[in-house]
């Protein structure tokens, strides 16, 4: 291994990671063990994640065979390539299990998906462009179904070291958006996706819809003082594209999710574009912006880092949980104001802390839906925002009666359908429970005695007051004997959307914890600092590619996460899958 510059070696040791990005599981797929081993294992875990992604929306990844579905996803790095060279690897796999465009192309030919297949890299950017190329062939009639999203791991220093000798990363291992000691950010990994559909078809179908995508914008900044400053009036010029696609105006928008690197300069630039950008709305509409401010600001990065490419749908998925859960995280390290971020007589404060959402009202005294954007910002000067709106609850169903009710399990193997049922179990502990008390519970007969490649091999039921489990089978064939949990709720299962996520360098304070449906954890798992309400955990979908012991813990390591969608040529997302440092 070559040497780094010996000023970089230690100085810049900090970053989030996903555990077990080498594990996999090619045969579920369909993918040889050799050539599985030579391919990134971006595309690795993309695949994994749209497989889960799919599924979470309702739907089974075959269904989607042969129709008009777009893919579109965020990649930068090409971290495996270098390795693999350093190593003197070199075969026809490489090339194919190295490529951007394969990391798309792949998962499109896997699941025989036949509208647009596009990898976005435009860095920091990537992830919020590929959710605008997607909802854009959606309303053009390239596809009529989307999946849009993006990646991040580091797998090797080489990023690292270019970043820090670039000057972009923290010497203190902290990301601390718009306060005085901001000097960097600290890089994570991740990966995000969404799963996009017009809205009057999501309606349709009875689908999930968690929320409205209502604009989405994409610009270049232009020349500017070099290739890699930011521009006030491109930024404020994209924020106001997006809003008035929207056709809302600026009183009515509660949050804004900053790009937020914590840069000195980077910081100052983007709150004086989106003040400009509120100004230019306000006077297009002939309207006053409100006296006090009314639009909190804040910024992922503080509590999971600088995900790069996938950053944009990191910050996405966090408001759309923020929305769901009406809660506005807290900025973690503000401490002190950055003295170039001026937010007197402007409509922005920042949200220091864990605060509840409370609706705006518009001037003649209706209730407005949640509103936000999310700004994503590529380094070479490409700018992306989305504009989100809450997607109206539904009423609630009526109570089932109380009686046992059945789920069924599958899987490919008896191992497989195991470690299915034990990572079920491990949801519903957490599952949000006020009160628990564990039991001892068999089955009266064997359900698992006809288990096979095509036939369920497993059940539990659960009875709304007082639920009780059967854990399938051991390796026998005869019923195992497990331990359970007696909910206070009655009523119907609906679980919440979380993120797992963990970081090296500290135990984060603020919003980000697992019971809070955020995406930070303390390496020990437990949650860390947690300052909003706990609430439930997201059951994994029972028929996610899963492995047996020694293999990819991705789809069970990756928590579902709130998507978005539209509705202007309104789309909207049925599902979003996410495991981020």
Known sequence: MRKHPEDQQGRYRWGGFIDDVDKFDPLFFGISPAEAEMMDPQQRVLLETVWAAIEDSGYRPSQLAGRDVGLFAGVQFSDYQHLLHEAGVLNAQVGLGNEHSIVVNRISYLLDLRGPSEPVNTACSSSLVAVHRAVQSIRNGESSMAIAGGIALNLAPFSTVAAAMMGLLSPQGRCRTLDRGADGYVKGEGVGVVVLKTLSQAVADGDTIYAVIRGTSVNHGGRAASITAPSTAAQAALLREAVEEAGVGPESIGYLELHGTGTELGDPVEINGIKSAFRQLAGSRGSRLPAEP???VGSVKTNIGHLEPASGIAGLIKVILSMRHATLPGLVHLDEMNPYVDLRDSPFYPVR???????????????????AGVSSFGFGG???????????????APAAPSRDRVYLFSAKTPAALDS?????????DRWGAVRRRHRMWTTSSSPCARAGKSSPSGWRSWRPACPSWTAGCGPSGAPRTIPMSTVDTPGRLEPEPHSQVRRTSSRPRGWPVSRCSGPARSRSGRPAGCRCPATPSTAPGTGSPRRSAGSRRATSAARRHSPASHTSAPCCATSCWTGSS
Do not use: I, K, M
Not at 382 to 396: I, M, Q, R, S, T
């Open 420 to 428: 299915a049922l034990d990572r079920f179990l491990e949801w519903l």
């Open 294 to 296: 009314y639009c909190g």
């Open 382 to 396: 490409v700018n992306a925002h989305v504009f989100l709106e809450e997607y109206p609850a539904g009423a609630p």
């Open 353 to 371: 802390e864990a605060v509840p959402w409370q609706r705006l009202t518009s001037p003649d005294g209706r209730t407005l839906p949640r509103r």
